[in-house]
Every structure is written in structure tokens, then in C-alpha cells.
């Protein structure tokens, strides 16, 4: 199979860089991580890995804690009394 096409993608450098760090030290360049990450979705008709995307009441409740709103518990038992548990 000839390598005749360019991909480019546009990310943060520091992400960038600890990702060749990490790629160093295990023998392999971000080109040869994107090809064979594209040889397997082409291959196999998904992602080599497991995506966890958020349903619509976890993305409420994320909202929610970052807008500040919801209940904090200074202890795992305070949670407990509070859930009547």
C-alpha cells in the first residue's frame, strides 16, 4: 500500500509535545500512531478504542457542577445522611 496522501491535524502544542514524549520513549512517531490508528478504522469500521460520550442526564448534571449549582458533602457519611441511606 503507497503512502500518498497528507493529513494534518491542528491541536494544542503542549499536547502535542508530551504525546511525542510518550511516543519516544515507545519507538513510534505521530505519523506512524495516525497510520496505523487509520489502517484499523479503515479495517475495522470503528475507533480502535473505546469513546465514552456522555448521555444527556450526565451532560446536565456537568453543566450543572460547573455553573456551581448542586449539593457538596464534606464526607461520604453527609452524602450518606443526606441520600436517607
Given at each position: 500500500?503507497?503512502?500518498?496522501?497528507?493529513?494534518?491535524?491542528?491541536?494544542?502544542?503542549?499536547?502535542?509535545?508530551?504525546?511525542?514524549?510518550?511516543?519516544?520513549?515507545?519507538g513510534l512517531s505521530v505519523?506512524?500512531?495516525?497510520?496505523?490508528?487509520?489502517?484499523?478504522?479503515?479495517?475495522?469500521?470503528?475507533?480502535?478504542?473505546?469513546?465514552?460520550?456522555?448521555?444527556?442526564?450526565?451532560?446536565?448534571?456537568m453543566k450543572e457542577l460547573?455553573?456551581?449549582?448542586?449539593?457538596?458533602?464534606?464526607?461520604?457519611?453527609?452524602?450518606?445522611?443526606?441520600?436517607?441511606?
Amino acid at each position: 500500500m503507497t503512502a500518498d496522501t497528507v493529513v494534518r491535524a491542528r491541536i494544542p502544542s503542549d499536547v502535542k509535545e508530551r504525546a511525542i514524549s510518550t511516543l519516544d520513549r515507545i519507538g513510534l512517531s505521530v505519523s506512524d500512531v495516525i497510520r496505523l490508528t487509520l489502517i484499523r478504522v479503515a479495517e475495522e469500521g470503528r475507533l480502535p478504542f473505546d469513546l465514552a460520550v456522555p448521555n444527556r442526564t450526565t451532560r446536565k448534571a456537568m453543566k450543572e457542577l460547573a455553573e456551581g449549582k448542586g449539593k457538596k458533602f464534606d464526607s461520604a457519611e453527609a452524602l450518606f445522611e443526606d441520600l436517607g441511606i
